[in-house]
C-alpha cells in the first residue's frame, strides 16, 4: 500500500493545470497516489487530467457533474484516502521537487506532529499586499512561531499541508461556512491539541492571479477571517495553545471598524473587552466599552489584541507595543 495520498479538487484550471500536474510527477519522493476531484469543470480541464493519468498511474480522476464546491470535494477526496499521509495540493500551483521527501521525512521524524507545511515562492502576479504575506508566511518557521501566530494569519498555507490522515478524519474534515475552510480547519485543529511544524526547504509556488478563490469568495474577506479569529479565540486560550500569554483583562488596540467588529465578535464568544485603546478616539465608548489613550493605563496588566486594519498605523502600534517591553505572544496578539 502506498504511503501518501494527494488530495486535488480542481475546477476550470486548464491555464495552469499541466504545470500544476507535471510538479507532481517530477517529486524526487514518488510512492503515493494523487486523488483528483474534477468539479464539473467546463474547459479542458478533464482531457488534460485524462492525458495525464494515462501516463503517469498514480493519478486517479474523479468527476462530479455538478458544482460540489471546495468544501464538499476536499471531503470527498480525504472520504477516498486509505493512506497513513495526505498532501493538498491546488490546481494552480507547483509542488517543488523535494517537497514530499522533505515534509514526510519531517513528519515520520516528529510522531507527535500531525500537520507540517512549507515555505513558498510567488508565482504569476506578486501584488504588494500578497508579497508582504508570503514575505510573513516564510519568517513563521518554529513550532513556537506557529503557534504564537495562529491568530494573525495562517501561518501554514494550505497549499503546502502534508498531514496524518486520520488527524483530519477525527477532525471531521472541512467544513461549511462564511469563513476560509482552511483556516477554520487550522484553528480547529491546533485548539484539539494537534501539533504543527512548518520543513525548512520551499515547498510550494503559490500562484497568484485574479479568478483565485481567495479573490473572489467573501468567506476569505478580511472581516470573515476576523470573525472566525474570535470564534476561536477563548478555545486556543484554554487549550493551551499560547502558554505564555497573561490571563490578564483583555483590550482592544484600535476602535476603528475593525477593532469594534472584534469586541462584538469576542463578546458573542463569551469573552469580555475591557477598553479600546486608541489615542485618536479617546475619551469615546463603543458598545459599552471605553475608549482610552495608550497612557491612561499600565500596559502590563492587560493583555493587548492588535486590530487594526491599516498597516502603517499597526506597525506603529507594534512599534509603541515593542518599545513598552511587552512581547508578542505573551502580552499581545495580533489578528490584523
Same mark, same amino acid.
Given at each position: ?7 486535488? %479538487? !480542481?475546477?476550470?484550471?486548464? +491555464? ?21 476531484? @474534477? ?26 457533474? #455538478?458544482?460540489?464546491?471546495? !468544501?464538499? &470535494? ?30 514526510? =521525512? ?15 515562492? %510567488? ?8 508579497? $508582504? ?6 519568517? !513563521?518557521?518554529?513550532?513556537? @512561531? ?24 477525527? &477532525? ?5 461556512? %462564511? ?12 485548539? +484539539? ?16 492571479? %485574479? ?23 477563548? &478555545? ?27 469586541? #462584538? ?21 463603543? =458598545? ?9 493605563? @499600565? ?9 487594526? #486594519?491599516?498597516? $502603517?498605523?499597526?506597525?506603529?502600534? !507594534? ?11 505573551? @502580552? ?5
Amino acid at each position: 500500500m502506498k504511503k501518501l495520498t494527494i488530495l486535488m %479538487p !480542481v475546477r476550470n484550471e486548464e +491555464s495552469f493545470l499541466q504545470e500544476a500536474l507535471d510538479s507532481l510527477s517530477s517529486q524526487s519522493y514518488g510512492d503515493w497516489e494523487c486523488l483528483i476531484m @474534477d468539479d464539473a469543470s467546463e474547459d479542458s480541464t478533464a482531457s488534460i487530467l485524462a492525458a495525464h493519468a494515462k501516463a503517469d498511474s498514480r493519478f486517479n480522476i474523479l468527476r462530479s457533474e #455538478r458544482g460540489l464546491g471546495i !468544501v464538499k &470535494a476536499l471531503n470527498i477526496l480525504l472520504g477516498e484516502a486509505k493512506t497513513l499521509f495526505c498532501a493538498r495540493m491546488d490546481g494552480d500551483d507547483i509542488s517543488l521537487p523535494e517537497r514530499l521527501y522533505s515534509q514526510l =521525512d519531517l513528519i515520520d521524524r516528529c510522531e507527535e506532529v500531525a500537520l507540517v507545511g512549507g515555505l513558498v515562492k %510567488p508565482l504569476g502576479e506578486c501584488r504588494e499586499g500578497w508579497g $508582504d504575506y508570503l514575505s510573513w508566511v516564510n519568517s !513563521v518557521t518554529t513550532a513556537e @512561531d506557529i503557534r504564537a501566530s495562529a491568530l494573525t494569519e495562517s501561518p501554514l498555507p494550505h497549499p503546502t499541508w502534508l498531514f496524518r490522515t486520520n488527524a483530519l478524519k477525527i &477532525a471531521g474534515g472541512y467544513r461549511e461556512g %462564511p469563513f476560509p475552510e482552511d483556516y477554520e480547519l487550522f484553528l480547529r485543529l491546533i485548539s +484539539s491539541g494537534v501539533k504543527c511544524e512548518k520543513s525548512q526547504g520551499f515547498a510550494v509556488g503559490w500562484r497568484d492571479h %485574479p479568478k483565485r478563490l481567495t479573490r473572489t469568495s467573501k468567506r476569505t474577506s478580511g472581516d470573515a477571517f476576523l470573525k472566525i479569529k474570535a470564534a476561536y479565540f477563548k &478555545a486556543l486560550l484554554e487549550a493551551g495553545v499560547y502558554p505564555e500569554l497573561s490571563q490578564l483583562p483583555l483590550v482592544i488596540r484600535g476602535a476603528g471598524i475593525t477593532g469594534r467588529l472584534l469586541k #462584538r465578535e469576542l463578546n458573542k464568544a463569551g469573552v469580555h473587552v475591557e477598553a479600546f485603546i486608541d489615542p485618536v478616539k479617546a475619551g469615546e465608548n463603543f =458598545d459599552g466599552a471605553p475608549v482610552l489613550s495608550p497612557d491612561d493605563l @499600565d500596559p502590563f496588566k492587560y493583555l493587548h489584541l492588535v486590530a487594526v #486594519r491599516h498597516r $502603517d498605523s499597526r506597525e506603529l502600534v !507594534v512599534k509603541e507595543l515593542n518599545k513598552s517591553g511587552l512581547k508578542f505572544g505573551r @502580552d499581545y496578539l495580533l489578528l490584523y
